[in-house]
Structure formats: structure tokens, C-alpha cells
């Protein structure tokens, strides 16, 4: 159930609106279900409607007039809340609609339970699905009624309203969403022919803007370069920078002005300063230096968000809500750096998962410096063309977003939950597709049958328990061919797979070779180890816990620091 609150400045027109069934079509039957006192009177069962409506306004309207005779009275003096049932709940009865009304102005201060001087208010049902509650602020003793927080509160006895009803429990959020868009600002944008209102284009822009800039500077100069969007810097008196407005080029008033938007009306978390607390937690990347290996950004990135689950299972929750707000600005990002077939559904995953990355929770930015450095770096670079690298972090981010999904319903974030679900999906869509092109040039160079014979019986003692279905698997191909080239650049191919599959548990894999096929590409793609080194692994691996160090690994002298020459 869902409650709509607001106030107003007429009893008489709210009424007439409720009982009015010419033009409102969905008023079918309007009538009482409950009131202040159980016997107000109900124009919508009484034969002249006019003359009952009018009595009506004037018993609700009573201490108003008192009220306003001694000066004590509000200048908004009507409380109208709506309430309605989620499409797929049960009809209500007028008697369960009489109880949810008289629950409703109890919990938000209009009529408290047993008080004999709660204010005056009916509750009018003219539908099947919803009744709207009206009442006049004024209580019997003169007094304006405390009603502060009344949709928060509405809202909390709704969902207990839900539970003892059997009604859909609707996802409830914690007011860290993004205010939404206006019926006003959703009409103009279908007056104009456009998709999304303003508020919602120039939110995507400003935190794709955050994602690609190092410092606010950067921010301000990337926002100002937007074709279509307008930009105006707020100072202090001492000149420092105060905030930011934005706004869309096409949007305007009916005097021809723009309509502006400050970053903290965008969302929460785009004001100014918290867009400057964040670029100030992005880690710098190194400078180049002649004779050293430069490190691929997309493996940096990839390498930060495989860790992200990880640090989502630890104790520390402003570390992972940190992690998962930076998490969020790779995903703005990729839209940037993906080919266009992919582009549409990387930029709905990016807006779904938005809303997951806010809680009540304060981030402490800080721990996810090297995310948030790597997306930089990827942004610097010309994308890789051939889809692997794009194919490694989308298999990597979709486990984050399951990893997100289940830190939130620890938390009950339930609006948060729902985003992840919907993200996952847009990600698993453009996933399939940017993979199809580098599995096939993968399983092209399948080794021969031999090799393949090997990497099969290596396979089955790595994952023994999911090791028919990656054998199965149509990117079986690609794995064999993966391993072939692993090995021949002097790794081994057992130690990466079984690397591999504890970095990701397969048990939620639909596609288990694919999944294996580019954590063993990436890893791979780090230096071989040497041969003392494989050694040492080997009796590390032999070795138990509570046994004897081995002789052998004991007796092993101390090696000399490597020199680099130059």
C-alpha cells in the first residue's frame, strides 16, 4: 500500500472533488467508510447531494472557523492522504478500508487513538482500490494538530497494515532516494517528445560527469562541455565555490527561462560537496616510468571490483556502502567505453543500480580509492576492441551486484534490493552480447584433440563438482583454448583454474566455462611465476596446518634481492 499526503487550503473544493462523478470517471461509487465520529454525514448515500455535501464541509470545517475567529488557525488548514492497494491485492471491504482509515490518522497524529479532541476527518472510498482520507487540522481544543512526519509514520503503519492483511508488501525506502519527477515535469517531457523528464537526463549527466573527472575542476569543465546542458557555478562572497545549477537547453519556463536544478535536487548524493568528497577519495594514478611495465587499467578495474564482495562480507558497512557508491560510478561510466549495440543497456543498468548505492549508511570513501583511480585510468585509454576486457568486468560486476543484493536484504533495504534486481538484468543482457565475438575467436583456436584430452582430465580435478557441466558448456571451446595459451606462457594450467574458481563460486554460474574462461585470461595474463617459485607453491599446497614445516621449505636459504639492470 502506498499513502500520498498533502495539505491544503479548501474543504469545500477537496469534497466536491471526492464525490464528484462526471469528471473523474474512476469515481464510481463514492461514499463514507468511516469518520471522526461514525455519524457524519454521507452526501454519496443521500438523496440530495448538494445540500449534504455543504453540511458535511461545515461539520469539518467547525473548529477551522472557531479557530479562525481567535487568529489560532493554519493557513493550510486540510490534510488529505490517499491510500492505495498494489494491483494485485485482494478487494477490500468497506470495513477493513474503515479500519485502515482510522489506523492511518491515528499513526500520523490527526486522531490520536482515545484522544477525544483529535481532529475532524472522513474517509471517502469512490473506487475499489483506494479511499482518500480528508481532515481539517484544527483540533477540538483549538489547538493545530501535531502531525509532523505524517508520511513517514502512515508509511510504517502501512506496512504492518500489509502483514496482518496479506496485502503485497511494498518495498519501503529509507528517504536517501532520488526525488522523483513531477506529473508536471513527466507531461512536458511527453509534450516535447522526450523519453525521460529533464530532472532525470540531467542526473544521468552530471554523474556520468562525476564518474570521468579527478577533481571538481575537471567536473565543472566536463558538465560545461555537454551539448544541450547548461551550467552555473555558485560562489561564496570569498569566491570559493558554493555549488552548482544545471539545465537542460530545451527545458524552459513559459517565460522562456531556464529551468535549473542544484546537484542536491538531482540526488542526494550530486550535491557539491559530496561530489568534492568523493574525487578527493579517487586514488592517483602512477606516472609512467621508462622500463617499467605499464598496468592495463581494465584488469586494475576488474582485479578492485572482484574484490568488492568480499569486502561487502566484512564488518565494516561505511567501507561497503564506500565500495559499492564507486561501484555505481564504474557503471556510469561504461556507457563511454562499451560499443553502441551495448550502450542502452549498460546506461539502464547503471540508472537501476543507482538507487543501490545509497543507504542511510555514511561512506567513508576512502576504501575504494583504487576503483575509482582504474575507471579514470580506462576512461584515458582507447577501449579494447576486441570485447575480452569488457566481457572480464561485466562478469565481475554482475557477482557484485548478487553480492549487493544480499548486503542489502541483511539491512532491509528493501528499495535498494529491488534495484539490484532490476540492474542484474540489464548487465546479464549486455554480457551475452558483448561475449558472443571473443568466445568465437576464443574456440577458433581450440588446441588439438590431445591437449584438449588433458585440459578435460585437469578440469575434473580442479572443480570436480561442476566440472560435466563446464565440459558441456558451448564455451568449452574457448576454456580449452584459454588454458592452451595459460600454459604455454609458462603457467600452470590446475593453479589457475583452481585460482579461478575460488575467486568466483560457479554454484550461480548459468554459463561455468565462459565464467572460467576470463578469470583464467586474466590471470594469466599476470607474469608467470618461475620455477622456485612453482615449487614453493607446490609444498605450500602439500603442507597442513598444525603439521611440521616440510624440511625441505625450511632448508630453503634466503633469496638474494633482485637488481635490475639497466
Given at each position: 500500500m502506498i499513502a500520498n499526503i498533502r495539505s491544503g487550503k479548501e474543504t469545500a473544493g477537496l469534497i466536491r472533488y471526492l464525490f464528484d462523478t462526471k469528471r473523474a470517471k474512476d469515481h464510481t461509487d463514492p461514499h463514507l467508510v468511516a469518520s471522526w465520529d461514525g455519524f457524519a454525514p454521507d452526501p454519496g448515500r443521500s438523496e440530495d447531494l448538494d445540500a449534504t455535501r455543504n453540511l458535511l464541509v461545515a461539520d469539518l470545517d467547525l473548529h477551522v472557523k472557531q479557530a479562525t475567529r481567535l487568529g489560532r488557525a493554519p493557513e493550510r488548514h486540510v490534510w488529505h492522504c490517499s491510500v492505495r492497494a498494489a494491483p494485485e491485492d485482494r478487494i477490500l471491504s468497506d470495513e477493513e478500508w474503515a479500519d485502515i482509515a482510522r489506523r492511518i490518522v491515528a499513526a500520523t497524529g490527526i486522531a490520536p487513538e482515545g484522544d477525544p479532541d483529535g481532529c475532524r476527518w472522513v474517509a471517502v472510498r469512490h473506487a475499489p482500490d483506494h479511499i482518500h482520507i480528508a481532515a481539517t487540522k484544527v483540533r477540538r481544543d483549538l489547538r493545530t494538530a501535531r502531525h509532523w512526519n505524517d508520511y513517514v509514520?502512515?508509511?510504517?503503519?502501512?506496512?504492518?497494515?500489509?502483514?496482518?492483511?496479506?496485502?503485497?508488501?511494498?518495498?519501503?525506502g529509507d528517504r536517501t532516494a532520488a526525488k522523483r519527477s513531477t506529473r508536471a515535469e513527466q507531461e512536458k517531457?511527453?509534450?516535447?517528445?522526450?523519453?525521460?523528464?529533464?530532472?532525470?537526463?540531467?542526473?544521468?549527466?552530471?554523474?556520468?560527469?562525476?564518474?570521468?573527472?579527478?577533481?571538481?575542476?575537471?567536473?565543472?569543465?566536463?558538465?560545461?562541455?555537454?551539448?544541450g546542458v547548461l551550467v552555473e557555478v555558485v560562489h561564496f562572497p570569498s569566491g570559493d565555490v558554493r555549488g552548482y545549477k544545471v539545465a537542460c537547453e530545451d527545458t524552459t519556463t513559459a517565460s522562456n527561462e531556464p529551468v535549473w536544478f542544484s546537484g542536491s535536487e538531482l540526488a542526494p548524493d550530486l550535491s557539491f560537496p559530496k561530489i568534492r568528497e568523493r574525487l578527493e577519495a579517487t586514488a592517483t594514478q602512477p606516472i609512467d616510468q621508462p622500463g617499467r611495465r605499464r598496468p592495463n587499467p581494465w584488469h586494475q578495474a576488474t582485479a578492485a571490483t572482484e574484490r568488492i564482495p568480499h569486502h561487502l562480507d566484512q564488518a565494516d558497512d561505511e567501507a561497503a556502502q564506500a565500495h559499492l557508491a564507486a561501484f555505481g560510478e564504474a557503471l556510469d561510466a561504461l556507457p563511454l567505453l562499451a560499443p553502441t549495440p551495448i550502450r542502452s543497456q549498460l546506461r539502464e543498468a547503471a540508472t537501476k543500480f543507482e538507487r543501490a548505492t545509497r543507504s542511510r549508511i555514511r561512506a567513508e570513501h576512502h576504501h575504494a580509492r583504487a576503483?575509482?583511480?582504474?575507471?579514470?585510468?580506462?576512461?584515458?585509454?582507447?577501449?579494447?576492441?576486441?570485447g575480452a576486457a569488457l566481457a572480464m568486468f561485466l562478469d565481475a560486476a554482475i557477482l557484485v551486484v548478487i553480492a549487493a543484493t544480499r548486503w542489502h536484504q541483511l539491512r532491509h533495504h528493501?528499495?535498494?534490493?529491488?534495484?539490484?534486481?532490476q540492474a542484474v538484468i540489464h548487465l546479464q543482457a549486455a554480457y551475452d552480447q558483448v561475449t558472443a565475438a571473443p568466445l568465437a575467436a576464443l574456440a577458433q583456436r581450440r588446441p588439438p584433440q590431445q591437449a584438449v584430452e588433458r585440459h578435460v582430465h585437469v578440469i575434473r580435478r580442479s572443480v570436480p563438482e561442476h566440472a560435466e557441466q563446464v565440459l558441456k558448456d558451448a564455451a568449452f571451446d574457448a576454456l580449452a583454448a584459454t588454458l592452451a595459451e595459460a600454459e604455454a606462457a609458462g603457467h600452470d594450467p590446475e593453479q589457475l583454474l583452481q585460482q579461478a574458481a575460488d575467486q568466483r563460486a560457479l554454484d550461480d554460474a548459468r554459463h561455468p566455462a565462459r565464467v572460467l574462461t576470463w578469470r583464467v585470461q586474466r590471470l594469466s595474463a599476470r607474469p608467470a611465476p618461475s620455477a622456485r617459485a612453482r615449487a614453493a607453491q607446490a609444498r605450500s599446497a602439500a603442507w597442513r596446518p598444525g603439521e611440521p614445516i616440510p624440511a625441505a621449505t625450511a632448508a630453503l636459504p634466503p633469496q638474494a634481492p633482485h637488481v635490475r639492470r639497466r
Open positions: 509514520t502512515a508509511d510504517r503503519e502501512l506496512a504492518s497494515i500489509e502483514k496482518e492483511y496479506g496485502l503485497r508488501q511494498v518495498a519501503r517531457a511527453h509534450r516535447q517528445g522526450q523519453q525521460k523528464p529533464a530532472r532525470e537526463r540531467l542526473r544521468s549527466t552530471v554523474r556520468t560527469a562525476v564518474a570521468a573527472a579527478t577533481s571538481t575542476e575537471e567536473f565543472i569543465h566536463l558538465l560545461s562541455h555537454v551539448d576503483l575509482r583511480g582504474a575507471v579514470r585510468a580506462m576512461l584515458r585509454e582507447t577501449a579494447p576492441r576486441d528493501d528499495q535498494q534490493v529491488a534495484a539490484a534486481h
